[in-house]
């Protein structure tokens, strides 16, 4: 398999401080892979490590096939930091224009390149405006802009959509739809787990610097988890229900029960109907992110 | 080398509307406009027809600026070329960019001897500029504005070495300013090379090696103390490549915060 990320048992000490202890995860290319876990769990270290800006204490890693820190490799690599700063004195089309040259993009490409960018994340109209005079939004679209400037096959957003309102997280999602099926990677940082559900194909959960969970967003599980709120339930019914599945438990006001087919659904709806229960709602649960990730991080979660 | 030429352009980019662009101007034309002052009130050496006029406001314009302002000058121009990564914390971004990081350093290096280059130019220029303006004027008729003696020949190559003697401190205080994210600790560094040139000026020996008073060798025309220009060059040199070498080490093994 040809990885846009590997790392083996990647580890960084920072003295006597261990920032990442033991991360082991692969990326494929063009897939969109959420690195999740509270403050102070290695993220931001995880990412300086893969793009070669903090070196390794021990492990290793590959990024788009080459060692880390690799200059032809960061070529095609596209990185917007969290709180990234600008040069606010330079206006918007100077800003891409630096970073193009950086690329080493040539004169007559990064010019359309820029002009397209800049369209793309609807800041055509700012160009000429300096960045001091830029809202945190349009800071935000900027910076991801100059990370898509080199065209590249692995990207590093980390929190993109921190300080955009709901139209720039659209133009984020959006950008991050197409870099998919560009078949770039997309390596994504966020606290929020409602973007990175709706946009990632695979999350990994970090705490105390290692991968704890890996979870697909994609996959089809085998087990169907059915919800049920019914007006009167009774330990009579919890039992009879066990005819359509297995596990079936009363939680927070609803009935569970796990099946091993979605279309178990109506058979229940019609049974239930036909025994005179009277049925508010009826249909699979699928546990959110936000669940997974309180349930993967325990009390850390909560501190964080 | 392209790397380089890509890096230095973008420092450029950079240097626009910056207050290290505009120091470039300030600091060598405050130099020439205070010793203009300092002459018309208290110029005893100007005036009267057996003195040069001209050789003295060269002498007491790239006196001050190799003694007082370059120094300082340095330290305040290296911060701030510094500060430009550092207080938008910047490294991370620029580092992650597709360049070899030494490219980084050595072209943050070249902007900040270009900047001196400038200064001692436009320091020279203001020179020139502000004789001719005396003299058209005519604020103080006593003064003697024939051929300066030096030559104007001598009086280019002084700015010229004082020029190639101001490597040895840009090269350490670049090393200073790019290793400490503190401007405290790179101006503080300037203020002491400052002190420590102002307090060994008349020690001739020690003008040789200490990095912040080489430039002041170059006045050798004008103040005539037995200096040679050979062991400040060398001590120049040598400054300079220790310090890039130890800044572009540093960079290069550096963990970005």
Redesign the interface.
């Known amino acids: 398999m040809n990885y846009a990320i590997e790392t083996f048992s990647l580890r960084k000490e ?1 003295g006597t401080k261990i920032a990442v202890s033991d991360l082991t995860l692969n990326v494929q290319r063009g897939e969109v892979f959420g690195f999740l876990g509270p403050n102070g769990a290695g993220k931001t270290t995880s990412i ?1 490590m893969l ?5 390794p204490t021990s492990g290793n890693a590959r990024v788009l096939g080459a060692p880390l820190g690799n ?2 490799a ?2 095609k ?1 596209g ?1 917007l ?1 969290e ?5 606010d ?2 206006n918007g089309r ?1 800003f891409l ?3 193009a ?4 993009i040539s004169n007559g490409k990064h010019q359309t390149s820029i002009d397209a960018l800049l369209k793309r994340v609807d800041l055509q109209d700012a160009a000429n405006r300096k960045l001091k005079e830029y809202s945190k939004g349009m800071l935000q679209r900027i910076g991801l802009a100059a990370a898509l400037l ?1 065209e590249p096959h692995l990207v590093f957003l980390d929190e993109p959509t921190s300080g955009l309102d709901p139209l720039g997280r659209l133009i984020v999602r959006d950008v991050i739809q197409e870099l998919r099926a560009q078949g770039t990677a997309v390596f994504l940082n966020s606290h929020l787990l409602s973007e990175v559900e709706i946009t990632c194909d695979r999350v990994a959960f970090v705490k105390n610097g290692r991968v704890v969970r890996e979870t697909s967003m994609r996959e089809t599980s085998n087990v169907t988890d059915v919800e049920l709120i019914v007006k009167n339930s009774t330990p009579r019914l919890l039992r009879e229900l066990e005819q359509f599945g297995k596990n079936v438990r009363q939680l927070n006001g609803s009935i569970h029960l796990e099946t091993d087919n979605e279309t178990h659904i109506p058979e229940i709806n019609r049974w239930l109907v036909a025994q005179g229960v009277d049925v508010y709602k009826i249909g699979a649960a699928k546990p959110s992110l936000e669940e997974m990730f309180l349930e993967v991080m325990g009390e850390d979660a909560r501190a964080g | 080398m ?1 790397a380089f030429a ?2 230095l ?2 420092e450029f ?2 240097l ?3 207050l290290a662009f505009w120091m470039m101007f300030i600091a060598p034309l405050g130099i020439v406009a205070l010793t203009v002052f300092f002459d018309l009130r208290l110029g005893a050496d100007v005036s009267g027809a057996n003195t040069d006029a001209w050789s003295t406001l060269l002498r007491d314009t790239i006196g001050f600026w190799v003694v007082l302002m370059l120094p300082l000058f340095v330290a305040l121009e290296s911060a701030l070329l510094a500060q ?1 990564e550092h207080s ?3 490294w ?9 990081r030494g490219a980084f350093y050595i072209a943050k290096l070249s902007m900040n001897i270009l900047l001196v280059g400038f200064a001692t130019l436009i320091l020279f220029g203001g020179i020139v500029l502000a004789g001719w303006l005396l003299q058209i004027f005519n604020l103080r008729p006593d003064f003697h504005w024939g051929v300066p003696n030096p030559s104007w020949s001598v009086a280019a190559t002084t700015v010229l070495f004082v020029f190639l003697l101001s490597w040895g401190m840009t090269a350490l205080q670049t090393y200073v300013s790019m290793r400490w994210a503190s401007f405290t600790v790179a101006l503080g560094i300037g203020i002491l090379g400052s002190i420590s040139a102002f307090v060994f000026v008349r020690s001739v020996a020690l003008a040789q090696f200490v990095p912040w008073l080489l430039p002041f060798n170059a006045l050798e025309p004008y103040i005539k103390q037995s200096a040679t220009l050979g062991v400040p060059l060398l001590v120049s040199l040598l400054c300079t490549i220790l310090f890039t070498a130890f800044g572009m080490w540093e960079l290069n ?1 550096r ?2 915060a």
């Open positions: 920072f300086k793009l070669g800006l903090v070196a200059v032809a960061r070529a690599i990185f930091p709180h990234f700063r600008f040069q004195w330079l100077e224009d630096l970073h040259r950086l690329y080493g080199n | 392209k890509v890096a352009q973008v980019i950079k626009r509307r910056t430009l938008q914390k910047m991370k971004h620029l580092l992650a960019l597709p360049t070899w093994t963990d970005v």
